[in-house]
């Protein structure tokens, strides 16, 4: 009797261990594994906006430093290898370039240098075949060869020539050209000028009497201008020609090919929103640096833009102003791709500068706060290579 009464006791025990959870503890654990899913995702979600919005500015931080880096390079080269006496017609700026339009006027640079040696002496210069003439065994001194360029790289057909007069003459003249053919015998080249193909002609002033070139020198000349593409729709840009992207905030190179009488674009940075330039040096030839905001103190605010005569009422078609350009100052302003997702609402005033346009030397400030996250960088660099020698005899 004992017995049965145990069996049914440990029965009665079993049973029970066997209901299961109620209700209650059902919700409530559902209720907790809820709250940590939510949890996990919101912070999913917070994490992934945050990490994709440091992708955005790393990328335009990338962009601005490399535009910066070959920017730089190229201004301290402007004139290497070139006659000192013909420094007016090195560089040339165009303040507020018409492709652009408000709030974003960019700046444009357009420069002379010179990466491979060649300097020849003109013995005689003929304009109305274009034949130049040399002293004698001027063709001796370099390893360049009757092949064209680029198939060979060391090739004179089809290089880009500039003709100077005699540096002594004072003559402010010049030739652009591309040689057609060349004559190791008789010390000859042939060329086509292509003075009035060349968008900007930096002050050159082609012709003059033949008479000023004999004393004169040919060298190889690379043209090139740094230019922002502000809506993707440049005028005289074709898409995939000369490596025009046709994107707009594309910062470019672009260098003359003498080939194809263009320019070939070369695609620096994307999502560039202003580029500006800014120049000082000593413009009125005083021997001394210029103080253009008269406080005393040589600075960055004694910087002017292309055409602005400051304090001293510069005349920028006068050549000794150009001449006397010394160092340039750039700024670009990077701009994210997307609006920031990780910041929501309206940005107040103290943020117009972060998600929106600020004013850039004489480039406007925008109206619009767009929650584009922006990326400004500025440096200066002088042009500290202008008539270096590539031939280890001093200045040329």
Request: hydrophobic share 35%.
């Amino acid at each position: 009797m004992k017995a049965k009464i145990s069996n049914r006791r440990f029965s009665s025990l079993y049973a029970s261990s066997r209901r299961g959870f109620t209700v209650i503890e059902v919700l409530i654990g559902s209720s907790i594994m809820l709250g940590i899913i939510v949890a996990t995702l919101s912070l999913y979600t917070k994490s992934n906006k945050v990490s994709v919005d440091q992708q955005q500015f790393a990328d335009i931080q990338h962009n601005v430093r490399a535009a910066m880096y070959f920017l730089s390079r190229d201004i301290k080269s402007i004139g290497a290898g070139l006659p000192l006496q013909f420094s007016h017609a090195f560089l040339e700026g165009d303040n507020n370039d018409s492709s652009g339009g408000p709030p974003v006027y960019p700046d444009r640079l357009t420069f002379l240098g010179n990466s491979d040696p060649l300097r020849l002496i003109i013995q005689s210069f003929d304009p109305g075949s274009n034949t130049v003439t040399f002293e004698p065994n001027q063709f001796d001194m370099y390893p360049y060869t009757a092949t064209s360029y680029p198939a060979d790289t060391l090739g004179y057909i089809n290089r880009l020539i500039i003709v100077f007069p005699n540096p002594e003459l004072n003559v402010q003249k010049g030739e652009v050209g591309k040689i057609t053919s060349v004559n190791f015998v008789t010390n000859q080249i042939v060329f086509d000028r292509v003075n009035g193909k060349v968008p900007k002609d930096l002050n050159l002033n082609p012709g003059g009497d033949p008479d000023d070139y004999i004393g004169g020198t040919v060298t190889f000349i690379e043209l090139k201008t740094y230019w922002l593409d502000v809506d993707g729709s440049y005028p005289g840009g074709h898409v995939g020609v000369d490596g025009y992207l046709g994107e707009p905030g594309v910062m470019y190179v672009s260098q003359w090919n003498p080939i194809s009488d263009s320019y070939e674009h070369l695609a620096l940075a994307l999502n560039i929103e202003d580029l500006q330039f800014q120049y000082h040096g000593d413009m009125d030839a005083d021997q001394q640096l210029d103080d253009n905001n008269s406080d005393t103190i040589i600075d960055v605010n004694d910087f002017l833009n292309w055409g602005d005569g400051g304090d001293k009422s510069f005349n920028w078609n006068d050549d000794e102003v150009s001449a006397g350009i010394r160092s340039v100052r750039f700024l670009i302003l990077g701009k994210t791709a997307n609006p920031y997702i990780g910041f929501s609402g309206t940005p107040s005033d103290a943020m117009r500068y972060i998600y929106g346009k600020p004013a850039i030397a004489d480039s406007p400030a925008g109206d619009e706060m767009d929650k584009h996250r922006r990326f400004l960088l500025e440096s200066t660099a002088q042009i500290r290579n202008m008539s270096l020698s590539l031939y280890n005899s001093g200045t040329n």
